[in-house]
Nanobody, 124 residues
Framework: QVQLVESGGGLVQAGGSLRLSCAVS????????MGWFRQAPGRQRELVSA????????NYADSVKGRFTISRDNAKNTVSLQMNSLIPGETAVYYC?????????????????WGQGTQVTVSS
C-alpha cells in the first residue's frame, strides 16, 4: 500500500513563504510523476505543480510560475514545494499526489495516490 504524508503547512502572512514536503512509502509504488494540488472551499481541486519521475520536466499553474518551485529526491522518495510570495487567495488544503505514469497530468483523476492534505492559510 502506498502512503503519502505531507508536512509543512501552516499560517503565513501575505508575501511570506512556506515549504511543503511529502514523503512516499510503500513497495507498490515503483515510481512515477508526482505533484501538488490544492483545493479551496467551494472550489475544484486544481494542479499547482507536478514533476516527472526523472525530474527533468516540471509543470506549474500559471498563477504560481516564478514563485513556486517543485523538486523531488527519488533516493529519499520525497517531493517538495517551495512557495514564495504567497497571497491570501492561495489559502487552501494542499495535497501531495503521485501516479504510476512517468508524465505529469493536470487532471486529478490521473493520480492514484493522495496524501491527507495540509492546510495553508495566507493572511492579509
Amino acid at each position: 500500500q502506498v502512503q503519502l504524508v505531507e508536512s509543512g503547512g501552516g499560517l503565513v502572512q501575505a508575501g511570506g513563504s512556506l515549504r511543503l514536503s511529502c514523503a512516499v512509502s510503500g513497495s507498490t509504488f515503483s515510481g512515477g510523476a508526482m505533484g501538488w494540488f490544492r483545493q479551496a472551499p467551494g472550489r475544484q481541486r486544481e494542479l499547482v505543480s507536478a514533476v516527472t519521475w526523472g525530474g527533468a520536466t516540471t509543470n506549474y499553474a500559471d498563477s504560481v510560475k516564478g514563485r513556486f518551485t517543485i523538486s523531488r529526491d527519488n533516493a529519499k522518495n520525497t517531493v517538495s514545494l517551495q512557495m514564495n510570495s504567497l497571497i491570501p487567495g492561495e489559502t487552501a488544503v494542499y495535497y501531495c499526489t503521485a501516479r504510476s505514469g512517468g508524465i505529469t497530468r493536470s487532471d486529478p483523476a490521473a493520480y492514484a495516490y493522495w496524501g491527507q492534505g495540509t492546510q495553508v492559510t495566507v493572511s492579509s
